[in-house]
């Protein structure tokens, strides 16, 4: 967690550091999908990391007990994530292993994604 008033753009920073770390851990990097006997695996095929980029028109301090499970501002502060392949009957097929969300004050969202090279 990056906090408080600094030069630092924390967007920039979590950014750079995971795209370093997928390096290391490219499964992160692919994609969900159902092998044999409806086992759960990864293809490791670098289509990147779901990454959000989120502003927060909210102080912490005003959320109060609420950021607390269960949360009442879960589906205001983060991200749904929507399947590729709604065909497919299932949430999690055709998608990352990992997503990030990076939230700082005013919610406008931006969507990127990191990829290996």
Known sequence: MIYGKN????????????AKAL????????????????????????????????????KLEELGDGILP??????????????PDSHSGSIIIGCPPLFVQVSQPPINWKYSSIYIS
Do not use: H, S
Request: some cysteine; glycine content about 6%; hydrophobic content about 40%.
């Open 70 to 83: 269960p949360c009442p501002y879960m589906e205001k502060l983060l991200w749904t994530v929507q399947p």
């Open 7 to 18: 030069n630092i753009d924390p967007v920039k920073t979590i950014r750079d550091g995971l």
């Open 23 to 58: 390096v290391f851990y490219y499964p992160l990097a692919g994609r969900i999908f159902e092998g044999p006997n409806t086992k759960l695996m990864v293809d490791c095929n670098d289509e990147g990391v779901l990454f959000v980029e989120a502003d927060a028109d909210v």
